[in-house]
């Protein structure tokens, strides 16, 4: 069984330029969280869709982020225009849906990780 | 605020050197915490849930503990191969997301 991939591994941009990271979960998940780190900082979460809805964007940072989820399937995080200040490591992750009880958002299945070096 | 505070922040062991690492946690009612083991260049991998004060679960020569304030993983016997940062997160009950902790940087010297 294939697991999230992301991509790309790692991205280096000018500040002002736009960067897209994607996200391929896991087959039949239909939970998918954006989270990243920045450095030296915990792996904070930034964003979870149920299929193609957004469940909780909670924790975007400001307009200049942009999360999708294109029919229910893969996601994309557009950064636009990037900032020094967003430089980290983006993390996907996917989890299946309960079938009963409140949502676990805790075994979460992670990606490698987006590299994202803004200069 | 929900905050996890994970000590220490490095630990350096011998192998077979017994150990354990420290989550505190204060959290608005709470749904569960949850261990990970992150190596370098990779993305967390799940090792435990915990629900309540007083559970337990192993794997291996990993077993973690829950308080009502804290968790504790401890490794027994270690092995280099469990060098990894391992990593603490908590959910609320009215929360749809993990917050984490900074990590404890694990290495066992052969």
């Known amino acids: 069984e294939a697991g999230v991939t992301q991509f790309p591994s790692h991205s280096v941009i000018e500040k002002g330029q736009t960067v897209t990271l994607r996200c391929d979960p896991i087959s039949g998940h239909d939970n998918l969280y954006w989270y990243r780190r920045v450095m030296g900082k915990e792996i904070k979460f930034l964003l979870h869709?149920?299929?193609?809805?957004?469940?909780?964007e909670s924790g975007m940072p400001n307009n200049r982020f942009l999360a999708e989820r294109t029919g229910g399937t893969y996601s994309t995080l557009k950064v636009q225009p990037a900032e020094l200040e967003d430089s980290g490591v983006y993390f996907c992750?996917?989890?299946?849906?309960?079938?009963?009880?409140?949502?676990?958002?805790?075994?979460?299945?992670f990606g490698e990780g987006s590299r994202l070096t803004v200069l | 605020e929900d905050q996890v505070t994970q000590s220490p922040e490095a630990l350096r062991l011998q192998e077979g050197e017994s150990s354990s690492l420290n989550c505190s946690y204060t959290v608005s009612g709470l749904r569960g915490l949850f261990w990970y083991r992150q190596d370098p260049g990779k993305g967390p991998e799940f090792l435990f849930t915990l629900y309540s004060a007083g559970e337990e679960k192993e794997k291996e020569r990993l077993k973690a503990t829950l308080t009502k304030k804290e968790s504790f993983l401890h490794i027994t016997a270690p092995k280099p191969e469990d060098s990894a940062t391992y990593l603490c997160?908590?959910?609320?009950?009215?929360?749809?997301?993990?917050?984490f902790g900074s990590g404890t940087q694990l290495t066992v010297l052969p």
């Open positions: 992750a996917s989890s299946q849906t309960e079938t009963s009880g409140p949502h676990l958002a805790g075994e979460l299945f």
């Open positions: 869709f149920v299929k193609e809805s957004k469940q909780d």
């Open positions: 997160a908590v959910q609320a009950r009215s929360a749809r997301q993990l917050t």
